[in-house]
């Protein structure tokens, strides 16, 4: 994993443009990481010892029903939120704010003035289970701050 940023909120406009994909991806279970990393901009670096999502994704949404990471002071928490998916174009409240295809979802979404980046990507593991790399990152004025795992699906 990677401990520098992977994404540039400056590129927010490459996420947006979509993809022509067939297929889009379905991140639908229980996914659960017992490491993880933390990375900024000015610096911080941190261990998590847990990253947890779940999800459930139907046609037209993707609902990520929670969002747990254990990273000391820089863990996060959240959830529900809803995307509506619309082919390759995921919305919230109306906004286009990202791209879904056959194995990755990037969105960009702003709130109170700071932005948000959720990142996920299916991968096969070592024995070809199903793996999800994730990525979450907020910026505001002060800088930006990521937290990144690869998680196993340990349920529906």
């Known amino acids: 994993m990677k401990t520098s940023l992977r994404l540039s909120f400056l590129l927010a ?20 990481a017992t490491n993880g990393k933390v990375s900024s901009t000015i610096g911080i670096t941190a261990n998590c ?3 947890e999502i779940t999800i459930r994704q139907t046609a037209t949404a993707l609902l990520t029903e929670k969002y747990e990471s254990d990273c000391g002071l820089y863990g996060s928490n959240w ?4 995307e509506d998916l619309h082919g390759s174009q995921v919305s919230e409240q109306g906004t286009v704010v990202g791209s879904i295809s056959d194995t990755t979802l990037k969105t960009v979404s702003q709130d109170g003035g700071i932005n948000y980046a959720y990142n996920l990507r299916l991968i096969a593991g070592p024995n070809g289970q199903p793996q ?12 930006a701050i990521v937290i990144e795992a690869t998680l196993e699906k340990i349920g529906e």
């Not at 406009?13 to 659960?32: E, I, N, S």
């Not at 959830?79 to 809803?82: F, H, L, M, Q």
């Not at 999800?132 to 800088?143: F, R």
């Open 132 to 143: 999800m790399e994730s990525y979450y990152g907020t910026q505001n004025g002060a800088g």
């Open 13 to 32: 406009g490459f996420l947006l443009a979509g993809f022509k994909a067939q297929a889009v991806a379905d991140f639908t279970g229980h996914w659960r």
């Open 79 to 82: 959830g529900p939120v809803k």
């Open 49 to 51: 010892s847990r990253v």
